[in-house]
């Protein structure tokens, strides 16, 4: 009978993550092309009972985290070369694929929490999980097509090629400039 269960939960789990493969592009381009629109959905979202959630998406932080993996993945394809760190701690970090990727996730975290806490302060609201819970969801969406192309661009510039480290350059700043657009309009509209 127990193995009947677990069978069937690695089911669920393969569908889940099989399904992703599909959902996570299209959101991917949504993001980018309407931020607005995902904002706006993420409130609803955030509205509605926990059990009926991002039910036609994934959700926000582990939309993140796969983001991040994503990025990390092309790295890995492109075979770059990570710059050697003497330091005991980040020379850690940076030779363990597994230890990278867990700093990397929290990095690109922190990112979509800052933005929310000075969200909040700047609204006068106190810093608790319920007023953290929608903006900072908005916010790893956000957070995650910048992630990709930020770390994409860095990989490239290792790379140590002319014409890739261009490429890598128009291609960080046009993320950036995405992404700094994008938070004055989210900035702004939270604030009105």
């Known amino acids: 009978m127990d193995f009947v269960k677990v069978l069937r939960s690695l089911e669920e789990i393969l569908f889940e993550v099989l399904t992703w493969l599909v959902v996570y592009p299209r959101q991917l381009w949504k993001i980018v092309r309407q931020p607005r629109r995902v904002a706006a959905q993420v409130r609803v979202e955030v509205g509605k009972p926990l ?15 796969l983001s991040v993996l994503l990025a990390h993945f092309l790295e890995l394809l492109l075979q770059t070369a990570l710059p050697k760190v003497q330091m005991p701690v980040t020379g850690y970090v940076f030779s363990n694929q597994k230890a990278l990727l867990a700093y990397r996730s929290a990095a690109f975290a922190i990112w979509p929490l800052a933005a929310t806490v000075y969200l909040l302060l700047r609204q006068h609201k106190r810093v608790q999980p319920d007023n953290l819970r929608t903006p900072f969801s908005e916010q790893c969406y956000l957070v995650a097509p910048f992630a990709i192309a930020l770390s994409l661009g860095v990989s490239l510039l290792l790379m140590f090629e002319e014409r890739l480290q261009i490429f890598a350059v128009v291609l960080i700043v046009a993320a950036s400039a995405w992404y700094l657009g994008v938070q004055i309009w989210w900035m702004g509209m939270r604030l009105d």
Not at 51 to 65: D, G, K, N, V
């Open 51 to 65: 059990e009926q959630r991002y039910t036609e998406m994934i959700s926000p932080a582990l939309f993140l985290m």
